[in-house]
């Protein structure tokens, strides 16, 4: 008799956990994007593409802003957006949530963003975006679930014009995390690396890569060093560090010169932010298509 409501206590236990999963979260049945501009918002099925002239560029000088930014946890988080993206071209946001407070930040700063929906909480999307200035030509959702929490992690691919005609290909990653081996962390290495083997263009990969192991690094450098990606250096570098003393953000690059990075300490998230400033090969400006 103990026996049979331990069972029922366990089953019990089970079942309430299973419906308070379902309660808080909602997992999308496959990748999408959440499309936000100055003008609309809207939702598009896991691949987008648009006829764009958009010129990513501001007459060959590119930079970047690479943050996890905690699900915008800190209370200065919004102060601290506007400080960093002051000037950029180009901005990967990891663990964002797409709140009515971020939105109208969004709009009201005449930002493109694009957000991978990877999981909703309490109806809130929440996964990697990226904002510019420039409208895409082609923008990409990717998931890999978490075998451990059971919840996505995402990339977004996109890709913009270059005003020396080229075309960057761009990767915002929030890597799979808790995991026995690196099964899953290699796969979904290996599907966004797949998906620019053949972009003969600049290329730009970076975000949260979780990679908090001597194991973890071994598989990010041979993922991208088959696509001859350089790693950036940081000066000053306070990149976050897991416990290990191993850096979890990073941002790797190939066919544009590097003219400084760096990586400074904030209070803003539990993650540093990286800010990259780049310069075209062969700055060589063309007019945006009308």
């Known amino acids: ?27 999308p049945s496959q990748p999408q994007i959440a ?6 918002e809207a939702f598009s099925p896991y691949c987008v593409e648009i006829s764009s002239g958009s010129i990513l560029d501001d007459k060959g000088q590119l930079s970047l802003l690479v943050w996890n930014i905690y699900k915008q946890n800190k209370d200065n988080w919004q102060q601290s957006l506007q400080s960093y993206t002051q000037n950029k071209q180009l901005v990967l946001l990891q663990e964002s949530s797409l709140t009515s407070d971020l939105k109208d930040w969004l709009k009201s700063q005449q930002w493109n963003a694009y957000q991978v929906d990877a999981f909703e909480i309490f109806n809130t999307s929440v996964g990697v975006l990226s904002l510019s200035k420039a409208i895409p030509q082609k923008a990409c959702a990717f998931t890999e679930l ?22 960057l290909a761009v990767i915002n990653i929030h890597a799979v995390n808790f995991t026995y081996g690196t099964r899953e962390y290699q796969r979904q290495l290996d599907t966004l690396t797949d998906l620019i083997e053949l972009h ?10 979780n990679s908090w ?3 973890r690094i071994a598989v990010v450098e041979k993922a991208l060093n088959k696509l001859d990606l350089k790693e950036v250096d940081y000066s000053p570098d306070n990149r ?11 941002v790797f690059y190939r066919g544009l010169k590097l003219l400084r990075a760096e990586a400074s300490p904030s209070d803003a998230s539990d993650h540093n932010p ?17």
């Open 146 to 167: 978490e075998p451990w929490l059971r919840l996505p992690k995402s990339a977004l691919y996109t890709n913009y014009r270059l005003s020396n005609g080229e075309l």
């Open 240 to 250: 976050s560090q897991f416990v290990t003393g191993y850096a979890l953000d990073h």
């Open 200 to 209: 003969r263009g600049p290329i730009i990969v970076a975000g949260d890569f």
């Open 35 to 40: 499309l936000i501009s100055p003008s609309s």
């Open 1 to 27: 008799m103990k026996s049979k409501w331990l069972l029922l206590g366990l089953l019990a236990v089970v079942l309430g956990g299973i419906i308070g999963f379902n309660t808080v979260f909602f997992l």
């Open 213 to 215: 192991s001597e194991t």
């Open 274 to 290: 990286i800010e990259v400033f780049f310069e075209l090969i062969n700055p060589e400006t063309i007019q945006p298509s009308p």
